[in-house]
């Protein structure tokens, strides 16, 4: 089956620092990643989601500037969490889909602590 | 707009009893619905989708999910608990607009296996 990967797992960073977290599709092409949020037993929450070299459409109350995405390649986005605050600590988790009728295929998802 | 609702965010059965985790979804089109379990600290893996085609889905792990329109529903259920299923999983919907299906997650219930 098709594989996403994440990495970093875990990241912990001081306030005020930048962390970018890396969503690889593995074994097929994604044109398009998704990156949602998940707070403490609480269901996933769609950021934003990107088309490879196309800006990324960010869900309503997201700050884009806040969490830069970043989606250059076939195989590669990047979420970037700029400035970081403890109010941004949460779990972080990709999918990605080959084509607009494929399933999303998510990855294990990355947890951030903001110290 | 689409919603899930997932009834019930714990459930605790024995080990060898039946599973049923209840789902409803509202959709103004057609929607595709799917079933994922997270285990502790990784994403989301997929249990099984519904597309419009038969209305009993058979999925991994030997879960099923019927889909009902007249009820909008898409309960999920096993015949048999295993104590590998304890888990937390998530109902979704996604309206079958092409090329924009972003998916929309219930609450998630939490499944807890009694020995």
């Known amino acids: 089956g098709a594989v996403v990967s994440q990495h970093p797992s875990r990241v912990i960073c001081k306030s005020g620092t930048s962390v970018k977290i890396e969503c690889r599709s593995l074994?097929?092409?994604?044109?398009?990643m998704f990156w949602y949020r998940q707070f403490p037993k609480k269901s996933l929450m769609l950021m934003a989601t990107?088309?490879?070299?196309?800006?990324?459409?960010?869900e309503q109350g997201v700050e884009k500037d806040k969490f830069l995405i970043n989606h250059a390649s076939l195989t590669l986005s990047t979420l970037t969490v700029t400035s970081a605050h403890p109010e941004d600590s949460s779990f972080y988790i990709c999918?990605?889909?080959?084509?607009?009728?494929?399933?999303?295929?998510f990855g294990p998802g990355t947890r951030l602590t903001v110290l | 707009a689409q919603s899930v609702t997932q009834l019930g965010s714990h459930v605790s059965v024995s080990e060898g009893a039946l599973v049923l985790l209840r789902c409803n979804y509202s959709?103004?089109?057609?929607?595709?619905l799917f079933w994922y379990v997270q285990y502790p600290n990784q994403g989301l893996q997929l249990l099984l989708k519904?597309?419009?085609?038969?209305?009993l889905v058979k999925g991994i792990n030997g879960f099923e999910a019927e889909f009902k329109k007249s009820e909008t529903s898409f309960h999920l259920t096993k015949p048999s608990a295993h104590m590998s299923d304890a888990a937390e999983y998530f109902c979704?919907?996604?309206?079958?607009?092409?090329?924009?299906?972003?998916?929309?997650f219930g609450t998630g219930t939490r499944l807890t296996i009694i020995p």
């Open positions: 999918s990605a889909r080959d084509s607009p009728w494929d399933t999303q295929y």
């Open positions: 074994d097929f092409q994604a044109t398009t």
């Open positions: 990107s088309n490879e070299g196309s800006k990324a459409t960010y």
């Open positions: 959709s103004s089109v057609p929607p595709y």
């Open positions: 519904y597309t419009s085609a038969a209305t």
């Open positions: 979704a919907v996604a309206e079958s607009n092409f090329g924009n299906e972003k998916l929309t």
